[in-house]
């Protein structure tokens, strides 16, 4: 459908080198954007890259670390040059730590904080800029379910993700007069390299999210996908602000 289409659309996607930025740079890509990857892992970035162009799409890696804005800033300028503008956004670069709070550093607070809030907010101002140069533009923020429902052990992590929800309605508030749809998608619990291991190690864990969720699965990060290129496209045109939550309905209760 033409309400889909990003032919001759950039993206850039954050953290798209592995798990769900990686899921939806793919996505991107064969909806027909041009897309650029950014993570912090160089040979990670050209690796990913290098994937989804043998499968006759478009993609490029530029080796970033969001929490330091000169190298956003730096992102920024190679994309205008190499494409001519940004009309895509996706903020998918996180982290997550555990444990309780009572135990929990400086060092781990900030390493969460860094990435999933200060980096995405960096991302997000130096692009705007250049969207609301054009007097459009597509932003979408990967949060979590956890902004909406607390778990134990992952309070700092909830925190970032609700302060990502938050920014998200700030920003479409600021940002809808020069037309610039700012969203969310919230994943529920999703495998990927993030968290494999410890839900390997932890079994009672991961059966426990499963028995909270209606449709009895974890997510994939294939299931991210859609509701990404929706977001992006012109099907979402008079959508901004909200936070999508793609949780199997893991928060109906």
């Known amino acids: 459908m033409i309400l889909f289409d990003l032919k001759g659309r950039v993206a850039i996607v954050t953290g798209g080198n592995r798990g769900i930025g990686f899921a939806v740079a793919g996505g991107l890509a064969k909806a027909g954007a041009a897309v650029v990857i950014a993570n912090r892992n160089a040979d990670a970035g050209q690796k990913a890259a290098l994937t989804i162009s043998n499968k006759g799409f478009k993609a490029t890696a530029v080796s970033t670390d969001v929490s330091e804005k000169s190298s ?50 960096f991302c997000c101002q130096l692009v705007g800029k250049e969207m609301i140069k054009r007097g459009r533009g597509k932003i979408i923020n990967i949060s979590s379910n956890v902004s909406e429902v607390i778990q134990a052990g992952r309070v700092v992590y909830a925190a970032s993700k609700a302060g990502v929800s938050h920014l998200t309605r700030g920003l479409a508030l600021e940002w809808a007069r020069h037309n610039i749809n700012v969203n969310a998608i919230g994943p529920g619990p999703t495998i990927t390299e993030l968290n494999r291991k410890y839900f390997e190690d932890n079994p009672a864990d991961l059966q426990e999210r499963i028995d909270s969720i209606p449709m009895a699965r974890v997510g994939d990060p294939q299931d991210l996908v859609g509701a990404a290129i929706f977001l992006a496209s012109d099907a979402s045109s008079y959508v901004t602000g909200q936070t999508l939550l793609v949780d199997g309905g893991s928060t109906i209760w």
């Open 72 to 121: 956003v800033a730096n992102l920024v300028t190679r994309v205008v040059e190499d494409f001519g503008r940004i009309d895509i956004l996706v903020n998918s670069a996180g982290v997550i730590d555990r444990g309780p709070v009572e135990e929990f550093s400086e060092t781990q607070y900030d390493y969460i904080m860094d990435i999933n809030l200060k980096g995405l907010f």
